[in-house]
């Protein structure tokens, strides 16, 4: 699937299709077990916020005509609503942590020609997760912190001149600000953006992985930026392709259930109906997620392995351990040893 050589683009597109076709199964699988206890967790949070809050939600959406939501009954749900948040957050870098392990982990043994199986993915997956996940959100928030910076600056200059200047006016320093940080934010993500691959690769902690992805990609950054845009662009088209008919479906499955309302049919049917068409819609998003996630992971995995192809040898040190070693020389025959002369008179 991958050519121990220096890859080309070509090679990286064809290299992630391939890893995909031919190991969909077990990078589906752990997914679709990821997604499913991600889920349960997600709504057993959302549940357990909800319980917390429930005494409040009435007099805060149903208050009295004329009043307003007293402090009591507002801050409780601003504090819920952002543990929720929090929560809903780290669960989902959680999972996705665990899907981007499991690609790579496939990768990884596409690329050195071992075997691949289900338990063996899904333990990589799990064990590599924490690292994975810490790797992610250290190389996101450092990319991130430009963006931040001029928001933090921005915002209470623009409290304290809120009186005096026009609301245009506010808005200029914000998009001079951005226009300058984003493109130190693309530069921070594409160095960065190798990381995860050594995570896997490597058994690398966050931050070594992080130094890892900048030794490899220094020297390199156009290029990486370059093939990286490209797989975002396939990925985004072909898993915008995947959503796509699930989206239709759904849609279309929408309409029984609003004629259903109108004819006054029992409230069951359309309530069903609309399910049917929520899940159907959701399998869509859930599936061209999955497909984003895991070709961008093995382009980001080869484009490791070809950046240590390039600069460490990779690809001769793979070769030379799997080379059958060479058959010893045989051993030259003995000459015949020459007997003693008889001695006269003997």
Partial sequence: MVPLRPLALGDIVTGSFSTLRLHWKRMAGVALLVQAVLLLAMGLVAAASVAAVFPHLEPVFD???GEAPTREHVMPLLVAAA???????????????????????????AVSG???TFAAVRRVAFRRAPAMAGAMFLGYLIAGLPVLAVVAVWAPLAVATASEAAPGA???????????????????SVRFGL??????????????????????????????????????????????AIQLPFNLIGSFVIVPAIALAEDGVSAAGAITVLV?????TLAGGIAGQLF???FMQLVAGLLYTDQRIRRE??????????AVPPAAPAAAPEPPQQQDAPQDGR
């Avoid at 049917?276 to 159907?280: E, M, P, S, T």
């Avoid at 040898?313 to 799997?322: I, M, R």
């Fill in 313 to 322: 040898g990779l690809a001769e040190a793979l070769l030379a351990g799997h």
């Fill in 170 to 188: 506010l808005l200029v320093p914000l998009v001079l600000g951005m226009l300058a940080a984003f493109p130190v934010a693309v530069w921070l």
């Fill in 292 to 294: 984003q996630i895991g």
């Fill in 276 to 280: 049917v068409a929520v899940l159907v």
């Fill in 83 to 109: 543990v929720l948040f929090v929560a809903l957050a780290v669960l989902g870098m959680l999972g996705m942590a665990v899907i981007s392990a499991a690609c790579l982990a496939v990768l990884k043994e």
């Fill in 195 to 240: 990381a995860p691959a050594a995570v896997v690769m490597e058994d690398a902690g966050p931050v070594a992985a992080l130094r890892r992805s900048t030794a490899l990609v220094r020297g390199d950054w156009w290029r990486v930026f370059g093939i990286t845009l490209v797989g975002a662009l396939l990925a985004g088209a072909i898993g915008y």
């Fill in 63 to 65: 208050a009295p005509y």
């Fill in 114 to 116: 071992g075997p691949t």
